[in-house]
Nanobody, 115 residues
Framework: QVQLAESGGGLVKVGGSLRLSCAAS????????MAWYRQSPGKQSELVAA???????VYTDSVKGRFIISRDNAKNTVTLQMSDLKPEDTAVYYC?????????WGRGTQVTASS
């Protein structure tokens, strides 16, 4: 069983920045994909960014050039650095981990970008 602890959400002005972090409990053996998803009211959950164990990132088009995902395999952490936040980035952000083919989710952290 993997427990995911998220931190870093909050309220920020449009154009501002936030940094989300997620720490996974236990050993890093078998952890492949680490990712961030988000869901806003009335919308489906969407993949924001993901990163492989080797550090290869992928991003949804709407955040390319603004968000950076990174991970530290030794510390079992994944981080999402968000810049130039827009109102449409407002959502609950969820940490996601794939370990030996089993998926785990964090409880979510609210990100609100408001003018």
């Amino acid at each position: 069983q993997v427990q995911l602890a998220e931190s870093g959400g909050g309220l920020v002005k449009v154009g501002g920045s936030l940094r989300l972090s997620c720490a996974a409990s236990g050993s890093n053996v078998g952890i492949n994909i680490m990712a961030w998803y988000r869901q806003s009211p009335g919308k489906q959950s969407e993949l924001v960014a993901a990163i492989t164990r080797d550090g290869v990132p992928v991003y949804t088009d709407s955040v390319k050039g603004r968000f950076i995902i990174s991970r530290d395999n030794a510390k079992n952490t994944v981080t999402l650095q968000m810049s130039d936040l827009k109102p449409e980035d407002t959502a609950v952000y969820y940490c996601y981990v794939d370990k030996f083919g089993t998926t785990y989710w964090g409880r979510g952290t609210q990100v609100t970008a408001s003018s």
